[in-house]
């Protein structure tokens, strides 16, 4: 069965610090993706990136960076120099993207809280 | 405007009331999702469907229905409300199983 860890339920930094949100997985299948989901005070679910099992090159996106280790089964976030704004709910997530009928499960972690002070 | 939309955004009903909650999508996307989100369980699959003929059930499918009326739409229902339906409702659409989901802005449901 497919799971994902976020250990952190939550983090709390002043504003410039940089932080980790930390993602463990669990799966049997050679292909899957991972995602990352950020949910702001407002209750959307903002989609942030996704990754596929054969693709270990890090991603930077400004100042969000992404760290993936299939030899620890992790999937990182790292905000550098945060910001208010970036106060919200971070989601990873698992997809079983077998082919034939799998509908491409998503396995969502609990999600982690990140609060950023001024 | 927005690609994937979902109506009411909120919505207070009573134990026992039929509420239906509607989703849109403009992405084009043959598979939509239903999923509820509760305090500290991540999000739960209630229904998803491929197209218009090909629903499934998902992880806590039970007191729940739906319909898929177009490519576009799809509906979940609630036959008979009670209160620990009380959460947040998500719609999400993708191309296929190996895409991305693409969430709607969420419906807020308490039932009393």
């Known amino acids: 069965a497919q799971k994902v860890t976020q250990a952190q339920t939550e983090i709390s930094v002043v504003e410039k610090e940089d932080v980790t949100l930390d993602c463990v997985y669990e799966t049997r299948d050679t292909t899957y993706y991972l995602f990352w989901y950020k949910q702001p005070p407002s209750g959307e679910l903002v989609f942030l990136i996704r990754r596929n099992s054969f693709d270990e090159q890090n991603e930077i996106s400004g100042r969000y960076s992404w760290n993936f280790q299939k030899s620890t089964s992790s999937f990182n976030f790292t905000i550098t120099a945060s910001q208010v704004v970036d106060s919200a709910v971070y989601f990873c997530a698992l997809s079983d993207a077998a082919g034939g009928t799998s509908y491409g499960k998503l396995t969502f972690g609990q999600g982690t809280i990140l609060t950023v002070h001024p | 405007d927005a690609d994937v939309t979902q109506t009411p955004r909120n919505r207070i009903t009573k134990t026992g009331k039929r509420i239906m909650l509607e989703c849109s999508q403009t992405?084009?996307?043959?598979?939509m999702y239903w999923y509820r989100q509760d305090p500290g369980l991540g999000l739960q699959l209630i229904y998803y469907s491929f197209d218009v003929k090909d629903i499934n059930k998902g992880e806590i499918s039970d007191g729940y229905s739906v319909s898929r009326q177009a490519q576009a739409k799809f509906s979940l229902s609630l036959e008979s409300a009670i209160p620990n339906q009380t959460a947040l409702y998500f719609c999400a659409t993708s191309r296929d199983n190996t895409d991305t989901q693409y969430f709607g802005p969420g419906t807020r449901l308490t039932v009393l």
């Open positions: 992405k084009g996307h043959d598979r």
